[in-house]
């Protein structure tokens, strides 16, 4: 008795099955996606020209990057996408086509740490950033930094601080220059990934971008508080300390120098800014030179981009 052909096989219709859509339809379909593909981009070119006007208005007003507004609209569009195409996909689209309607603006470099070749956060500003947007690969932070305060670069992108000696920089706390004014007026501005459903294949490296440019609110945010303390203090004690000015953190880096104080580095909630009151509270409770150093906006989580 013969087999029964696999369930791929039978699901799989002939041109001469009854089953089979008829000619007729599928040009009807693909005369429908051609249309939507025209309109689509005759869309796309009208929200251009709106971007020209806006640069025209914004000639002398500072850079075209705007974190903030670019979390609002993916946050906007994830909450009203339905149907089969996937999220992250979705997301990719419209940054891809943001950056392009950035470099109608002016031109954006992205400065890039990455020690080696093919170092993940290539791939990330790559995945952020889009196809047209120029990266420039840099060894080192201290390059990147002063390529962004040059202006040479318009961001940077950088290792995100971590206490794990093993993790990607975190024995480089470039950091401490933005929290002593070393940093040409720079600010953490973004955090990266932006997509955090990471699926196999994509960088897992992680990093904060820096800009020439104060942060702005998106309604979820998070701030980054740096600070000096005394050696012998506790991170458990910090943490105290931070609560009880209204700044729990999310969580804190410490880099601990053969000599001198503690440098300290809290992820805190909300959008911080430099004359908070908050910020006086510690340096109250003997924290010295407390600084915030940026802000973000906060990602969607992983759930966000899940099918449904």
């Not at 005369?31 to 025209?56: G, K, P």
């Not at 971590?162 to 950091?175: K, L, M, R, S, V």
């Not at 004014?181 to 904060?208: H, M, N, Y």
Request: aromatic residues 4%; hydrophobic residues 45%; contains cysteine.
């Amino acid at each position: 008795m013969p087999a029964d052909p696999p369930p791929a096989a039978q699901a799989e219709a002939e041109p001469s099955d009854p089953a089979w859509p008829a000619p007729e339809r599928f040009a009807a379909l693909r005369s429908e996606i051609d249309r939507l593909d025209a309109l689509i981009h005759q869309l796309v070119m009208q929200r251009a020209e709106v971007v020209v006007s806006l640069a025209e208005l914004r000639a002398k007003r500072g850079a075209p990057f705007r974190p903030a507004r670019e979390a609002e609209i993916m946050r906007r569009l994830l909450a009203n996408h339905r149907g089969r195409l996937p999220k992250p996909t979705l997301v990719g689209m419209w940054r891809e086509m943001i950056m392009g309607m950035t470099l109608i603006q002016a031109p954006f470099p992205v400065a890039v740490w990455s020690p080696e070749a093919g170092s993940g956060h290539i791939a990330l500003a790559r995945e952020h950033f889009g196809t047209a947007v120029p990266l420039r690969w840099m060894r080192t932070t201290a390059q990147v930094l002063r390529a962004v305060g040059a202006g040479e670069a318009a961001v940077g992108v950088l290792p995100l601080p971590q206490d794990d000696p093993n993790a990607e920089g975190a024995n480089d706390p470039w950091w401490i220059a933005l929290m002593r004014g070393d940093g040409s007026g720079l600010s953490v501005i973004a955090r990266l990934p932006f997509v955090t459903l990471r699926p196999e294949g994509a960088p897992r490296a992680q990093a904060l971008v820096v800009g020439a440019l104060a942060p702005e609110a998106s309604g979820e945010d998070r701030s980054l508080v740096a600070f000096e303390a005394a050696p012998e203090l506790s991170r458990a004690r910090l943490s105290d300390l931070l609560a009880a000015a209204a700044l729990k953190p999310r969580s804190l880096v410490l880099y601990r120098s053969e000599r001198g104080p503690a440098t300290c580095l809290a992820e805190v909630d909300g959008m911080v800014e430099p004359r908070d009151a908050r910020l006086v509270a510690l340096a109250e409770a003997g924290l010295a030179r407390p600084a915030v150093i940026g802000g973000w906006p906060v990602p969607p989580p992983e759930s966000a981009f899940a099918p449904e």
